[in-house]
T-cell receptor
Framework: GENVEQHPSTLSVQEGDSAVIKCTYS??????FPWYKQELGKRPQLIID?????GEKKDQRIAVTLNKTAKHFSLHITETQPEDSAVYFC????????????FGKGTHLIIQP | DGGITQSPKYLFRKEGQNVTLSCEQN?????MYWYRQDPGQGLRLIYY???????QKGDIAEGYSVSREKKESFPLTVTSAQKNPTAFYLC??????????FGDGTRLSIL
């Protein structure tokens, strides 16, 4: 089955700086890679996703890049703000396949004022 | 995300007791999922169902059971065989090829 590794487990950055979270996956059949943001005690919320037919996707201050050859994908947050503080999860799956999402263990992003 | 309702929000289980967590969706999604979240472990898949009257074990199904008698409902039973049930349980649903959306979760604790 799929295995997703996520790094770092904790990331502290100064407000206004950029943050990068990296994930690797093992199953070459995976073709869908969402990122979720989870605030304390709340549900994970989808913030951006990418499919294997593109290498990069942007949405305002958030971007995701995908390298299918190396089996890794990254989340980039620019101009970080205090409200970006949360736990971020990457995930991978094969759309239309039999399994659900396989999640990384999460990154606790701390924005220092 | 509107459309996925989990209840109760908090649940307490006594030794030897089975408890059932409710998940209802009005999004008309075919697929539904149950995840368990522990600190530092991310989300782990317990069971999933791609269609009514069918479900599959995930990575950590032991000690849990599910049913899918209706499209909109996917209840999870935590049985007495699950020796470490304290966790945050999340239900999700999706349509084929589209992202999963989560409910607000149920926090289960042992008395």
């Amino acid at each position: 089955g799929e295995n997703v590794e996520q790094h770092p487990s904790t990331l502290s950055v100064q407000e206004g700086d950029s943050a990068v979270i990296k994930c690797t996956y093992s199953d070459s059949a995976s073709n869908y890679f969402p990122w979720y943001k989870q605030e304390l005690g709340k549900r994970p919320q989808l913030i951006i996703d990418i499919r294997s037919n593109v290498g990069e996707k942007k949405d305002q201050r958030i971007a995701v890049t995908l390298n299918k050859t190396a089996k890794h994908f990254s989340l980039h947050i620019t101009e970080t703000q205090p409200e970006d503080s949360a736990v971020y999860f990457c995930a991978a799956t094969e759309l239309g396949g039999a399994d659900g999402l396989t999640f990384g263990k999460g990154t606790h992003l701390i924005i220092q004022p | 995300d509107g459309g996925i309702t989990q209840s109760p929000k908090y649940l307490f289980r006594k030794e030897g007791q089975n408890v059932t967590l409710s998940c209802e969706q009005n999004l008309n999604h075919d697929a539904m999922y149950w995840y368990r979240q522990d600190p530092g472990q991310g989300l782990r898949l317990i069971y999933y169902s791609q269609i009514v009257n069918d479900f599959q074990k995930g990575d950590i199904a032991e000690g849990y059971s599910v049913s899918r008698e209706k499209k909109e409902s996917f209840p999870l039973t935590v049985t007495s065989a699950q020796k470490n049930p304290t966790a945050f349980y999340l239900c999700a649903s999706s349509e084929q090829g589209l992202p999963q959306h989560f409910g607000d979760g149920t926090r289960l604790s042992i008395l």
